[in-house]
Each structure stands twice: as C-alpha cells, then as structure tokens.
C-alpha cells in the first residue's frame, strides 16, 4: 500500500492512512516502522 500513517489502534489491528490507497485496517504484523 505504500507509506502512511497510523490513525488508531485496536489491539493488533491499526487503521492506516495510506498516501496513495487512503484509510486501510490492517494487522500490526504487516506493517514495517520507518
């Protein structure tokens, strides 16, 4: 999905806001910090 930021968190599941697709829930475990 390319870069984004975290907008909030339940849990596991974080919703991010991505650059190019938009809003996206997605489990912690995908994710990479830069």
């Given at each position: 999905?390319?870069?984004?930021?975290?907008?909030?968190?339940?849990?596991n599941?974080?919703?991010?806001?991505?650059?190019?697709?938009?809003?996206?829930?997605?489990?912690?475990?995908?994710?990479?910090?830069?």
């Open positions: 999905f390319g870069y984004g930021k975290v907008t909030s968190i339940d849990g599941k974080l919703t991010v806001d991505f650059e190019m697709s938009g809003p996206k829930r997605v489990i912690d475990s995908f994710l990479e910090k830069h």
